[in-house]
């Protein structure tokens, strides 16, 4: 574990929580609490439990039932990181960065749940500089990944659907950025004005590689779902449409196949990359949208 790596787990320790002792009946919070021990390079709690720290700088907190989340695979995550690194997707990140620092106080607190390559913690992390950050992910090589993306970023494997291991009300931000996520569990974690926002694509983005491709669509229905999912534990603030037009060339455009849900789904890749034009233009549209915790 690098210094850096270190001191991110450090400063968010305390807003983690053992998910041992959550299973537990009538759990303290005080014994709950996690602390890190570098000496051993673990998380403890006040009962005993412990929680390595890999060499690669994160923490597993998944514990428990079997996950049935599919995490993102290393080819996935490699593909994301070289499409990213081109600022294909800088707009949306400048968008999302927007939302999360709005009204945040200085020294906040940012959770990303399904982090992936860490790439939007690490753009709001660079614009914040006193706040610290978690970047949750159920993939061991997003994990990986993500607590190398910034120096204030700490990484956690853990599964969202089977509980977020973060103090009740701990948490001023929280995002999501084209991840499942749990909005009771989001609820839970955050601050009574914090903000949860969430960056979902609209059925614009990427259409013109939809078809050629035979990707995954985005489900028309989603901003419905995705309300009906909110309703109850959060109230809509602001939602913002992200537009603009990517010229791909063909590389950039088997990262994208590679590295989303089309990955699991498509084939014949190769053969279809074949007919496209050697650059192509690409719509980039995506709803940046935040929310509070409702009344």
């Known amino acids: 574990m690098s210094p850096a790596e270190h001191s991110a787990l450090a400063a968010v320790a305390g807003l983690l929580t053992c998910p041992e002792c959550v ?21 403890r709690c006040g009962r005993g439990h412990s929680f390595d720290v890999a060499r690669q700088g994160y923490v597993s907190l998944l514990t428990g039932a079997s996950t049935k989340m599919i995490g993102d695979s290393a080819a996935m995550l490699d593909a994301r990181a070289t499409f990213q690194s081109g600022g294909h997707f800088a707009p949306i990140a400048d968008a999302v960065t927007r939302a999360v620092t709005a009204a945040q106080r200085p020294d906040g607190s940012v ?82 004005n914090g903000r949860f926002v969430v960056a979902t694509p609209t059925e614009r983005h990427l259409g013109e590689l939809i078809g050629p491709l035979d990707m995954v669509r985005v489900d028309p229905d989603k901003d419905r779902r995705l309300d009906n999912a909110m309703s109850g534990h959060f109230e809509p603030v602001e939602h913002t449409l992200v537009e603009y037009p990517m010229t ?40 940046v949208a935040s929310y509070r915790p409702a009344a």
């Not at 929280?174 to 991840?179: D, R, T, W």
């Open 23 to 43: 299973r537990l009946p009538r759990p303290h919070e005080n014994d709950s609490a996690l602390t890190l021990e570098p000496r051993d390079r673990a998380l």
């Open 111 to 192: 959770l990303e749940v399904g982090a992936g390559t860490g790439y939007y913690l690490a753009a709001v992390l660079d614009a914040a500089p006193s706040t610290v950050g978690i970047g949750l992910d159920v993939a061991k090589p997003a994990v990986r990944r993500c607590a190398r993306s910034h120096p204030r970023a700490a990484a956690v494997l853990a599964d969202a659907w089977l509980g977020v291991p973060i103090r009740d009300g701990a948490l001023d931000r929280v995002l999501s950025v084209f991840a499942p996520r749990n909005p009771g569990e989001i609820a839970r974690i955050l601050a009574d």
């Open 248 to 287: 791909l060339d063909r590389s950039d455009v088997a990262n994208v196949v590679g590295m989303g849900p089309s990955a699991h789904h498509t084939t014949a890749t190769d053969a279809r990359l074949a007919h496209l034009s050697q650059t192509v233009e690409v719509t980039a549209s995506v709803v």
